[in-house]
């Protein structure tokens, strides 16, 4: 399983388009007015094992309106392994939404556009961890109740690798055909 960086950066980038394009829908949202959507992505690392290349691609979303912060969501890309074997995930980070636009479905919005972009790019799974999971579960996420491992960095060092059930916060959503299964998940790098 090879991942193409440069093809999921594209793919990021289409996914930025499409959220403008849906927040830009006046039956969406009729009271906004210059609704501006921000967009970067963080440095990248690639690390080759065996015939896997793990990627780590982080992309951020901003969407403002008027100079005020509507909402932002965190989207990586990257290749873990549930029980040994090797998914590709989108990595879902701190989703939230201004206090006063809750309820409007922007979050909503957003969970339905990655996962879109993610069935199309051949993700296996939505994967984020949280500790209200209200949303997530009325957007079709399951709880897992798995062991994760991780990397522990603080400041600029690797602080050794963390092992610890993630079933009180850990949500999965299934997009593509592989299962997941119960047991060990290496997220092959630091926790999002």
């Given at each position: ?22 927040f830009?829908?006046?039956e ?13 992505l ?35 890309h ?54 209200d999971?209200?949303?997530?579960l ?25 092992e ?14 592989q ?12 926790l999002?």
């Amino acid at each position: 399983m090879r991942s193409n960086l440069s093809g999921i950066h594209k793919s990021l980038l289409t996914f930025f388009r499409c959220v403008l394009k849906l927040f830009q829908n006046i039956e969406l949202l009729p009271t906004f007015t210059n609704l501006q959507i921000s967009c970067w992505l963080n440095r990248s690392q690639i690390i080759q094992q065996s015939e896997v290349t793990i990627s780590f691609c982080r992309s951020f979303v901003t969407l403002w309106t008027d100079g005020t912060l509507l909402a932002q969501m965190g989207v990586e890309h990257r290749v873990i392994t549930n029980t040994g074997i090797a998914v590709r995930i989108f990595g879902l980070i701190d989703l939230c939404v201004t206090a006063s636009h809750r309820g409007e479905k922007i979050a909503t919005t957003l969970l339905q556009q990655v996962e879109a972009l993610g069935r199309s790019n051949s993700v296996d799974f939505l994967l984020l961890f949280a500790d209200d999971a209200r949303l997530y579960l009325e957007n079709g996420y399951e709880r897992a109740n798995n062991t994760c491992r991780w990397m522990k960095v603080d400041e600029h060092q690797t602080l050794g690798i963390g092992e610890e059930s993630m079933s009180d916060c850990m949500l999965i959503k299934q997009i593509g055909e592989q299962k997941w299964q119960t047991g060990i998940v290496d997220l092959l790098g630091y926790l999002f």
